[in-house]
């Protein structure tokens, strides 16, 4: 039990040396997408869901400028995490946001590529 709780405890520490990590190269750098993101699932993992997405709602202009293929990809994570929330009306905003970039993406056919 002890080995356990020691694992936890080395776990937690990992997630909140990640982020903090990525809190500082936001800091440095608030222009990258890939900085914000990794900064969002970092504090996630620390188990802090409403502060992900607080980030990524910040970071959503980035994204917009991303590439309609990455873009996807964070409507869908943002969708996942608003349904996560309850945000059910948010969570379908998304969602749908991420289905029509899918279909001008890939296809009418697609059966999504992220």
């Known amino acids: ?12 520490l990992s997630y909140d040396s990640a982020k903090a990590f990525y809190a500082k190269a936001v800091e440095l750098d608030s222009g990258n997408i890939d900085y914000q993101i990794s900064y969002a699932k970092s504090v ?12 990524l709602k910040k970071a959503e202009p980035l994204a917009i400028n991303t ?17 996560d929330l309850g945000e059910t009306d948010n969570a379908l905003e998304y969602l ?10 890939f296809g009418k056919n697609s059966s999504g590529r992220y």
Do not use: H
């Open 44 to 55: 996630k993992q620390a188990g802090d869901p409403r502060m992900e997405y607080s980030i």
């Open 67 to 83: 590439g309609k293929e990455k873009l996807g990809r964070f409507f869908i994570d943002l969708g996942d995490l608003c349904q």
């Open 1 to 12: 039990m002890a080995y356990e709780r020691g694992s936890a405890l080395e776990l937690r």
């Open 96 to 105: 749908s946001r991420a289905i029509g970039i899918d279909t001008v993406v």
